[in-house]
């Protein structure tokens, strides 16, 4: 905004145009700008705009350093996260996991198909039922009869089946 000196040699020159201006619109212009300048109200609500701009300017100015202090340990915590992940992935990829996942992928489907080939097959003698019943324990239960933590009634019960029936080394 300017100051009042600055503001009179305006209007002073704003006035010479005025009066060596033939344009009567171009003259009626410049004679409400200087109207503008030279109210009180108007330097009133120019210095209270200027305020506020100043004020916003302040505010925008302590923005990033506010962010800053506010997010500091914000970005440590990523950076630490992102080492992390990294090193993770670096020790995935020199590490066998994915091989081994992939092989233990292949082994299952694999016994898999058999059990379900045995399942097609009706079990005519106590051995045929031996079999499903040792094919049961040492396919999908791992060797684990019981498992449970909280077995049933029923659960025991078939558990002493198939425990019964199983054998480690059908022939």
């Given at each position: 905004m300017m100051d009042l000196a600055k503001t009179g040699a305006v209007v002073a020159r704003?006035?010479?145009a005025i009066q060596n201006t033939r344009d009567e619109a171009t003259k009626?212009?410049?004679?409400?700008i200087v109207s503008l300048l030279q109210s009180p109200s108007a330097t009133k609500r120019d210095a209270e705009l200027l305020a506020l701009a100043n004020r916003v300017k302040d505010i925008g100015a302590a923005l990033p350093s506010a962010f800053d202090?506010?997010?500091?340990?914000?970005?440590?915590?990523?950076?630490?996260l992102?080492?992390?992940?990294?090193?993770?992935?670096?020790?995935?990829e020199q590490s066998a996991l994915e091989a081994a996942e992939e092989a233990l992928d292949r082994i299952?489907?694999?016994q898999n198909a058999v059990c379900e080939r045995m399942l097609d097959i009706k079990p005519a003698t106590l051995r045929?039922?031996?079999?499903?019943?040792?094919?049961?324990v040492f396919g999908p239960w791992s060797g684990r009869i019981e498992r449970l933590p909280s077995p049933t009634t029923e659960d025991r019960m078939i558990a002493a089946i198939v425990r019964a029936l199983s054998d480690p080394s059908p022939a």
């Open positions: 704003l006035n010479r009626n212009d410049l004679r409400e202090r506010a997010f500091e340990s914000d970005r440590h915590l990523i950076a630490a992102d080492k992390s992940q990294a090193a993770s992935a670096g020790a995935e299952q489907e694999e045929g039922l031996q079999a499903l019943a040792t094919a049961l």
